[in-house]
Protein backbone atom coordinates (compact mmCIF):
# COMPACT_ATOMS: atom_id res chain seq x y z
CA UNK A 1 0.00 0.00 0.00
CA UNK A 2 1.21 3.35 -0.98
CA UNK A 3 0.40 6.82 0.68
CA UNK A 4 0.42 8.55 3.67
CA UNK A 5 0.41 7.41 7.47
CA UNK A 6 -2.68 7.52 8.62
CA UNK A 7 -2.33 5.30 11.59
CA UNK A 8 -4.30 2.77 10.54
CA UNK A 9 -2.79 -1.03 10.05
CA UNK A 10 -4.24 -2.94 7.15
CA UNK A 11 -3.79 -6.82 7.28
CA UNK A 12 -4.01 -8.57 4.01
CA UNK A 13 -4.39 -12.82 4.43
CA UNK A 14 -3.47 -14.56 1.48
CA UNK A 15 -4.20 -18.38 2.16
CA UNK A 16 -1.03 -19.90 4.30
CA UNK A 17 0.86 -23.28 3.60
CA UNK A 18 0.94 -25.13 0.27
CA UNK A 19 -1.47 -27.25 -0.78
CA UNK A 20 0.55 -30.19 -1.34
CA UNK A 21 2.37 -30.26 1.89
CA UNK A 22 1.67 -32.93 4.39
CA UNK A 23 1.42 -33.08 8.25
CA UNK A 24 3.86 -34.32 10.37
CA UNK A 25 1.99 -36.99 12.07
CA UNK A 26 -1.14 -34.52 12.37
CA UNK A 27 -4.07 -34.14 9.48
CA UNK A 28 -3.59 -30.50 7.19
CA UNK A 29 -7.40 -30.29 5.84
CA UNK A 30 -7.53 -27.84 2.82
CA UNK A 31 -9.95 -26.72 1.70
CA UNK A 32 -11.19 -25.83 -2.32
CA UNK A 33 -13.97 -24.27 -4.16
CA UNK A 34 -15.38 -26.06 -6.85
CA UNK A 35 -15.92 -24.67 -10.10
CA UNK A 36 -19.23 -25.58 -11.06
CA UNK A 37 -21.56 -28.81 -10.60
CA UNK A 38 -23.62 -30.30 -13.44
CA UNK A 39 -25.27 -33.71 -14.05
CA UNK A 40 -24.89 -34.86 -10.53
CA UNK A 41 -21.22 -34.40 -11.28
CA UNK A 42 -18.10 -31.32 -9.78
CA UNK A 43 -16.04 -30.12 -11.95
CA UNK A 44 -13.01 -30.69 -9.06
CA UNK A 45 -10.54 -27.47 -10.12
CA UNK A 46 -7.64 -27.96 -7.60
CA UNK A 47 -6.66 -24.18 -8.63
CA UNK A 48 -9.18 -22.75 -6.23
CA UNK A 49 -7.42 -23.09 -2.76
CA UNK A 50 -8.71 -21.48 0.09
CA UNK A 51 -7.44 -22.23 2.62
CA UNK A 52 -6.78 -24.71 5.54
CA UNK A 53 -6.99 -25.98 9.42
CA UNK A 54 -5.41 -28.66 11.26
CA UNK A 55 -7.25 -31.91 12.94
CA UNK A 56 -5.55 -33.73 15.68
CA UNK A 57 -7.91 -36.97 15.85
CA UNK A 58 -5.91 -40.02 14.48
CA UNK A 59 -8.36 -42.54 12.74
CA UNK A 60 -11.73 -40.37 12.79
CA UNK A 61 -11.45 -37.18 10.80
CA UNK A 62 -14.07 -34.85 12.34
CA UNK A 63 -16.20 -32.88 10.57
CA UNK A 64 -15.52 -30.08 12.69
CA UNK A 65 -17.25 -27.52 11.14
CA UNK A 66 -20.45 -29.13 12.05
CA UNK A 67 -23.68 -29.58 10.48
CA UNK A 68 -23.37 -30.22 6.36
CA UNK A 69 -25.22 -27.03 6.00
CA UNK A 70 -21.79 -24.88 6.99
CA UNK A 71 -18.35 -24.80 5.36
CA UNK A 72 -14.69 -25.69 6.15
CA UNK A 73 -14.28 -21.99 6.96
CA UNK A 74 -16.53 -21.86 10.10
CA UNK A 75 -13.91 -24.30 11.59
CA UNK A 76 -12.03 -23.20 14.45
CA UNK A 77 -8.45 -22.83 13.54
CA UNK A 78 -9.30 -22.11 9.67
CA UNK A 79 -7.12 -19.63 8.13
CA UNK A 80 -7.46 -18.51 4.51
CA UNK A 81 -10.53 -17.50 2.48
CA UNK A 82 -14.07 -17.96 2.84
CA UNK A 83 -15.00 -21.50 1.26
CA UNK A 84 -18.94 -21.70 -0.10
CA UNK A 85 -21.57 -23.54 1.60
CA UNK A 86 -22.10 -26.01 -1.01
CA UNK A 87 -19.44 -27.05 -4.45
CA UNK A 88 -16.54 -27.33 -2.00
CA UNK A 89 -13.89 -30.25 -0.74
CA UNK A 90 -11.48 -30.54 1.54
CA UNK A 91 -8.33 -32.67 0.89
CA UNK A 92 -6.71 -34.27 3.94
CA UNK A 93 -3.12 -35.02 3.89
CA UNK A 94 -1.01 -36.40 6.88
CA UNK A 95 2.21 -38.39 7.28
CA UNK A 96 3.50 -40.50 10.70
CA UNK A 97 1.01 -43.24 12.19
CA UNK A 98 1.37 -45.70 14.55
CA UNK A 99 0.97 -48.60 14.47
CA UNK A 100 -2.57 -49.80 14.88
CA UNK A 101 -5.37 -50.54 13.06
CA UNK A 102 -7.31 -47.38 11.51
CA UNK A 103 -10.90 -46.99 10.32
CA UNK A 104 -11.85 -44.62 8.08
CA UNK A 105 -15.75 -43.30 7.34
CA UNK A 106 -16.64 -41.03 5.19
CA UNK A 107 -19.25 -38.68 2.77
CA UNK A 108 -22.84 -37.27 3.93
CA UNK A 109 -26.03 -40.26 3.57
Not at 43 to 58: A, Q
Not at 64 to 73: D, E, I, Q, R, V
Not at 84 to 106: D, I, W
Request: hydrophobic share 30%; with cysteine.
Amino acid sequence: MVGSDNGVDITINGNPNDPSTFGNNIWHAYCFNIAAYTNNAALFNYSNYRGMYTENTLNKIQQAFGHKALNPSTTAGYVGCPVTNNLHTVNYKRRGFPCEVLQSKCCWT
